[in-house]
């Protein structure tokens, strides 16, 4: 299986540092991946790409879409680990009403179908320790980013 990274808007087979191919995404994480877009409801689900971010406290993410990947069929797998914050939910448009959903250590969000193209957004990471993890939110998004 390869494996695929975003930089500046496109997924690239190597590293941009290294110039490197990309390190298989462990299974067990393929098999996390699968089996929380199953309960969600997405069946199949294969991840090809592992999207990590580091997130230091006052780190936020801007309200955006999801919309490199190819196959649009495929859900969005994210996996948040370390510092909370709050993650907005919106709709297809920018402007439509947004849910805030409280995020911790350890939860799983994953969207989807008609929700597959919908703006979200990470809030800023306020200032904190985790027992685990430091001064810091992790943040990993699994997709399916080829044809
Ligand atoms: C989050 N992350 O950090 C949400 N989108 O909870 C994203 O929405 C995201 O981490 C595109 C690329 C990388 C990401
Ligand atoms: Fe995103």
Known sequence: MSNFFSCVNRYSQRDPVTNEPWQPIPISFVQLATSAASTAGFDHFIPDACLINRYAVGAAMALHQDKD???????????SLGLPTTFDF??????APKVAIYIEHGDVLVWGGQSRLNYHGVRRVKSGVHPLLGPYRYNLTFRHSQP
């Open 90 to 95: 919106g709709g297809v448009t920018r402007d």
């Open 69 to 79: 990947e190819t196959d649009f069929t495929q859900p969005i797998v994210s996996f």
